[in-house]
T-cell receptor, first 114, second 114 residues
Framework: DARVTQTPRHKVTEMGQEVTMRCQPI?????VFWYRQTMMQGLELLAY????????DSGMPKDRFSAEMPDATLATLKIQPSEPRDSAVYFC????????????FGPGTRLTVL | AQSVTQLGSHVSVSEGALVLLRCNYS??????LFWYVQYPNQGLQLLLK??????LVKGINGFEAEFKKSETSFHLTKPSAHMSDAAEYFC????????????FGTGTRLTIIP
């Protein structure tokens, strides 16, 4: 049963600490998305990659957030330094190609910054 | 630019009654439209999608949606609500090039009354 996996599922940290979230897309999927969900803003796209190249990171605060795909099986989202306003659920999603249109979501990482 | 508007942040229906969740879209290009469901503490699961084929789309769990270009709508329906349908539902739109970023609505929380 192919699915997107995310680690950790929960993370509690203190303000100023570095946070790294990881995503393993479905094998063979070439597009990876990072979304953030909050009560106030809802679901918003942070960044996405196709064939490991970043295509759009306009939704991401550049001063503290960074997203990478070291290889085709791993995507990372890093926050340094973290702030309380970063508390949210971060979702990773992956897709197969331009004709499928469907994005498969992981279970999310719930981040709490104290 | 694309956007979706979901009318009603909360909808309550009795078990066995018709479920109707409303979504209107705005798109400068032919849209691809999606409905996702999110159960508590879980990721998003695709219910159904419209990709310019049949205007009446059937999805999982007995849900369906009809694309109406004249009304710019893509409302989600289910003839008979079940307790297990209680969840949050998101309408989303993307351009018709495939795997472009999804723009989500603000979500509708569906409550089922026994």
């Amino acid at each position: 049963d192919a699915r997107v996996t995310q680690t950790p599922r929960h993370k509690v940290t203190e303000m100023g600490q570095e946070v790294t979230m990881r995503c393993q897309p479905i094998l063979g999927h070439n597009t990876v998305f990072w979304y953030r969900q909050t009560m106030m803003q809802g679901l918003e796209l942070l960044a996405y990659f196709r064939n490991r190249a970043p295509l759009d990171d306009s939704g991401m605060p550049k001063d503290r957030f960074s997203a990478e795909m070291p290889d085709a099986t791993l995507a990372t989202l890093k926050i340094q330094p973290s702030e309380p306003r970063d508390s949210a659920v971060y979702f990773c999603a992956s897709g197969a190609d331009r004709t499928s249109n469907e994005q498969f979501f992981g279970p999310g990482t719930r981040l709490t910054v104290l | 630019a694309q956007s979706v508007t979901q009318l009603g942040s909360h909808v309550s229906v009795s078990e066995g009654a018709l479920v109707l969740l409303r979504c209107n879209y705005s798109s400068s290009v032919p849209p691809y439209l999606f409905w996702y469901v999110q159960y508590p503490n879980q990721g998003l699961q695709l219910l159904l999608k419209y990709t310019s084929a049949a205007t009446l789309v059937k999805g999982i769990n007995g849900f369906e949606a009809e694309f109406k270009k004249s009304e710019t709508s893509f409302h989600l329906t289910k003839p008979s609500a079940h307790m297990s349908d209680a969840a949050e539902y998101f309408c989303a739109v993307t351009g018709n090039f495939g795997n472009e970023k999804l723009t989500f609505g603000t979500g509708t929380r569906l409550t089922i009354i026994p």
